[in-house]
């Protein structure tokens, strides 16, 4: 049985990832592991606040591995901190790290470089899965998503905030890949397949950060009862 990380970002891809690889048998998933912006308490990349990544687990079923990152975060400083969760992981006797990366070579191989001599393997469930066949069939399988994060230099702002399913994606533009992978946006899941229950969340500001457009969420008081 291989024990597995799986790197999570609140968003959609790690949450398809997850869903996939709990129905190998050879696998055993034993915790989520998400970087937080410490400034800002929140996911680092989509804006996530803690209060609905910690919901997110919670849903799974899942321990959650929170590894803060100062802000601003340098290259050493991010490495420092996953040079730790690796010797970490080792100790618990975790063998892998699972990541939700689609098809972008160079980041794969920063991974494969990181984990290299680490004792950890990484690995990725959803490699090379053509992504308009990837983003259907999570939306045909239940997942609920919405932009939480959009790159206005690629994508139009009003894209922020809108739920990820069919009608966005015959929306997109030919140039932008239908998962977002290129970073055209980032998503946060409130519900599929991978969780024991949905999370309600109340839609808050809309602000642009240096042209990333972040939509807010909160949990609804009703998740918080």
């Not at 609140?10 to 690889?21: F, Q, R």
């Not at 901190?81 to 975790?94: K, L, S």
């Not at 990366?101 to 899965?129: C, H, M, S």
Request: hydrophobic fraction near 40%; charged fraction near 25%; charge should be negative.
């Amino acid at each position: 049985m291989k024990r597995v990380l799986v790197s999570w970002s609140s968003g959609k891809d790690c949450a398809w990832a997850l869903y996939l690889l709990r129905q190998q048998p050879d696998i055993e998933i034993v915790g989520l592991l998400t970087t937080i912006n410490s400034k800002f308490d929140r996911v680092a990349m989509h804006g996530t606040r803690r209060t609905i990544l910690e919901a997110q687990a919670a849903a799974t079923g899942l321990p959650l591995w929170k590894v803060p990152l100062p802000w601003p975060c340098s290259s050493d400083d991010y490495e420092q901190q996953m040079t730790e969760v690796c010797t970490r992981a080792v100790h618990e006797r975790i063998d892998a790290i699972a990541f939700g990366d689609l098809f972008l070579r160079d980041v794969r191989a920063y991974r494969e470089k990181q984990l290299q001599n680490t004792g950890i393997e990484p690995i990725f469930p959803l490699w090379e899965i053509p992504t308009p066949e990837l983003a259907r069939s999570m939306i045909a399988g239940g997942l609920h998503a919405k932009l939480v994060c959009v790159d206005s230099k690629q994508l139009d702002p009003s894209f922020a905030g809108r739920k990820f399913e069919s009608g966005l994606l015959e929306e997109l533009p030919p140039n932008i890949d239908p998962c977002g992978e290129r970073g055209e946006f980032h998503s946060c899941v409130y519900d599929g397949p991978m969780f024991t229950h949905p999370i309600a969340l109340e839609p808050g500001e809309i602000v642009d950060r240096d042209g990333f457009i972040y939509a807010d969420f909160k949990l609804a008081e009703t998740s918080m009862a």
